[in-house]
């Protein structure tokens, strides 16, 4: 054992003498395996935090979300009802225990500065059933949870710190939200994983007893449960599954066509950005093999011109175990040297990625690099090393010891096997390189459709603000709440700057409104569950115009329809009149729309379609109606400034909060910022591969440059020969450019095949842009070929101009 150790030593000491004195080979080479390294440990640092590391409950594996699915639209993740949730809870016996969700805000006001605060209110049991424990004070009891009311509370740690200054003796104090104290009961600790957004704080809550929930229709609960130990989420499905059928009969006018869907709760967090990950770590892993095999190259290379050290060293007695251990020793102390700067590299890229917080990226607080990261890392570089070095070590272990000493240490015959792997290293990183060129590509383009996507209105110079209303009697009726609102709106609409203001609840580009169903007043009625849906979205007088929304049919809402006593008037969305009123003009129609009475309305108008759930998202069909007529207690300001809309915020900060002083204003930001946050997800995915792509691109470069420049100073006493013959510089360059471009296009050939296949993957990331697309595919051929026709220019450009005199003595 020791004799080992010391051989291994021996072998560590000459491969550091041997970089020391060929310095820019070794840098060429660690900087390769740097970048492929790091950009690895980074991918696989995301991986870990989102994929692969177990959520922050006790026995989270037993924990899933319920949906309902809706199976006529294809809609497998809905929010549930809460009379179907009530009969699942009393029949399924798959469960050890459920809550409810309902994400909404909240005003927090008595001690500093008004705060809108986004909160969950959860049943008493809600913490029992994920497993996490207070970290101060205790969880609800039974008794605390309020129907309409709020009456305990639990505070994130994040909440605690920075609103009360991490003062423990918070818990059983009271504190004021929404104009009422209640009782803190807790706080969270730091590592209580969110489902969904994350709140700020909790609230006790329960549904109605008294109330009969299937006398209304409404979806708007979010559900998780705890499985019985032993029992699996598919078994939970069926046996839920079995209970949707029989309320589909028992209800049909509310639950036709309607199922369940049960999933694990880590899927749940994770299915919308699990492709793009795995896209990630494909692409990663595609840089980490173009970076072997150019390092594999740079050692064949070295092989080759240390062809009469080994030959020596062979005949001097060493045997060929000793020569490939010793090539082997070279390339892991390489890969070791890569994967130290890589894992710095790494660092930096993912605290770079925790500054930026990408939209819709969960667990990102948790992005570091642990040691099963550093684990990783460390396997990584092992297996690397070997993967790039074993080639080279076998070819020099094979070298024939009198035909290299007779040729005097040129590589001509001793290694010429090594030629052949050089070329299908070149070939292979040219083909990997195309892959990730093809898919940058499409995400490019895809990217680029989706900022075509005209929003509907006009985005530039408009400010927008959410402003909640507190639960007390002062704002609890419908005229009340339109009152405040267009006392307010008045004030904006009088300050110097504002163009024009209104208001709307659920506003562009934030996702959908309120889903109901409605009927054509004078058309048979529809069998039951088969009534058509729209999404309803109250809005003030003035919001048309402000946006700058064009009316194609009718007329606009006036101030007189937004009055609680006046008769009910719609304006219906474009998208609405292709479907329901294909053939006929839609004004003066008469809908009725499920608002909590039959009260029947006219339509006056017919808007142009907007995009509210993002460039990319569905156009459905919408109704809109005066704010006056249903008290939803919250609505979006739209003001459109003059000039730059942030330069006016202040002002009408003040002008809303004169009403109410103590009223929180919240999420105010310009419409411009909203279009960019809503293909913040789409940027970054395309960004991240474009990066990878331009790397693999850069290596496939030096790699092509590399090889061919080999080429040429073997090639030396030839190009002598063939310039002594009458050969031109022109035939001298021609003739090495097509040698590479020779090995670029069997590259391009292999890696246009394996895009084909593999960028499917990416169909479900792509707009309006086919995964096959010609036109990128072709671009993507094109600019490889032209880089790597660059490549072999520069080195045969230098053959051109070799002295044949000098390059026949070199021989």
């Known amino acids: ?194 489902i969904g957004r994350q709140p700020q704080m909790w609230v006790a809550f329960q549904l109605d007893p008294a109330r009969n929930y299937r006398q209304r229709a409404g979806r708007y609960l979010r559900v998780v449960a705890r499985l019985r130990p032993g029992v699996s989420a598919e078994q939970a499905q069926s046996e839920l599954a079995g209970i949707a059928a029989r309320l589909e009969q028992r209800h049909p006018d509310f639950n036709k066509n309607w199922g369940v869907n049960v999933v694990r709760l880590h899927e749940n967090m994770t299915r919308g950005v699990r492709t793009a990950l795995l896209v990630f770590l494909s692409a990663v892993g595609f840089v980490l093999l173009i970076a072997c095999a150019n390092v594999a190259n740079l050692l064949l290379a070295r092989a080759a011109a240390r062809s009469r050290e080994m030959a020596v060293r062979l005949s001097l007695g060493a045997v060929r175990g000793r020569l490939i251990r010793q090539v082997l020793t070279e390339s892991v102390l390489l890969a070791a040297a890569g994967a130290v700067l890589g894992s710095a590299l790494a660092y930096w890229g993912v605290e770079a990625l925790r500054a930026a917080k990408p939209q819709g990226l969960p667990r990102i607080d948790e992005m570091v690099l642990s040691g099963r990261v550093l684990a990783f890392t460390a396997f990584l570089a092992v297996l690397t090393g070997i993967a790039f070095g074993l080639a080279p070590a076998l070819v020099a272990g094979r070298a024939n010891l009198n035909d290299t000493l007779k040729q005097g240490g040129r590589a001509g015959g001793a290694l010429s096997g090594g030629r052949r792997l050089r070329n299908a290293f070149v070939v292979l990183q040219v083909a990997l390189s195309l892959v990730l060129l093809t898919g940058a590509g499409l995400m490019i383009r895809s990217f680029a459709k989706l900022l075509e996507v005209a929003p509907g209105f006009e985005p530039k110079h408009l400010l927008t603000m959410q402003i909640n209303l507190p639960r007390d009697p002062q704002f609890r009726e419908a005229g009340k709440q339109t009152a405040y609102y267009a006392a307010a709106l008045d004030r904006i609409r009088r300050l110097p700057g504002v163009a024009a203001a209104s208001a709307i609840t659920w506003m562009p580009l934030t996702g959908p409104g309120a889903a109901t169903s409605f009927t054509v007043e004078g058309r048979p009625q529809p069998p039951a569950g088969e009534l058509p849906v729209t999404e309803a979205r109250p809005v003030m007088p003035g919001y048309f115009e402000t946006m700058r929304i064009p009316l194609l049919r009718g007329r606009w809402l006036t101030e007189q329809d937004n009055r609680p006593e006046a008769p009910r008037r719609f304006i219906v969305s474009e998208a609405m009149v292709r479907q329901i009123f294909p053939n006929e003009d839609p004004i003066g129609k008469r809908l009725k729309v499920s608002m909590g009475d039959d009260q029947a309305g006219e339509i006056v108008g017919v808007a142009g379609d907007i995009k509210y759930n993002g460039p990319d998202g569905e156009v459905r069909p919408t109704v809109y109606y005066p704010l006056a007529h249903l008290a939803v207690g919250f609505a979006t300001f739209v003001v459109r400034t003059e000039g730059e809309p942030m330069t006016l915020a202040p002002a009408i900060t003040r002008a809303i909060r004169e009403g109410a002083p103590n009223q929180p204003i919240s999420e105010l930001r310009t419409m411009e910022e909203y279009l960019s946050r809503s293909v913040a997800q789409p940027r970054f995915r395309t960004a991240i591969l474009s990066i990878f792509a331009i790397i693999a691109l850069a290596l496939a470069a030096v790699g092509v440059y590399g090889v061919m420049s080999y080429a040429v100073s073997q090639r030396t006493g030839e190009i002598g020969v063939r310039m002594a013959l009458g050969a031109r510089q022109g035939d001298v360059l021609r003739m090495v450019v097509f040698d590479g471009l020779k090995l670029a296009a069997l590259g391009v050939a292999a890696g246009a095949v394996s895009s084909a296949a593999l960028t499917r993957w990416l169909k479900t990331l792509l707009f309006e842009v086919d995964a096959t697309d010609p036109l990128t595919f072709a671009s993507v051929a094109g600019t490889m070929a032209l880089v790597a026709a660059l490549a072999c220019y520069l080195p045969a450009r230098r053959a051109a101009r070799l002295d044949p005199t000098v390059a026949l003595r070199y021989e």
């Open 1 to 194: 054992m020791r004799t080992l150790g010391h051989t291994v030593a021996m072998d560590l000491r000459y491969a550091l003498r041997i970089f020391a004195r060929n310095p820019a080979f070794t840098m060429l080479a660690v900087c390769a395996l740097t970048l492929g390294i790091g950009a690895n440990t980074a991918i696989f640092t995301v991986v870990d935090a989102v994929l692969l590391r177990p959520l922050g409950f006790r026995e989270p594996e037993r924990l899933v979300m319920v949906w309902e699915h809706q199976k006529q639209r294809g809609r497998q993740f809905n929010v549930v009802a809460p009379a179907n949730y009530l009969d699942w809870k009393n029949e399924a016996k798959s469960f050890e225990s459920w809550s409810l969700l309902q994400g909404m805000t909240m005003n927090l006001t008595g001690q500093g500065e008004p705060e809108e605060l986004p909160v969950d209110l959860v049943e008493s049991g809600y913490f029992e059933t994920v497993g996490v424990q207070p970290m101060l004070g205790r969880t609800f009891r039974p008794e605390e949870a309020g129907v309409r009311e709020a009456r305990a509370v639990v505070l994130s740690d994040a909440l605690w710190q920075r609103r009360f200054g991490a003062d423990r003796s918070i818990v059983g104090r009271s504190i004021r939200v929404d104009g009422e104290l209640v009782n803190v009961v807790g706080v969270m600790p730091a590592t209580m994983p969110a």
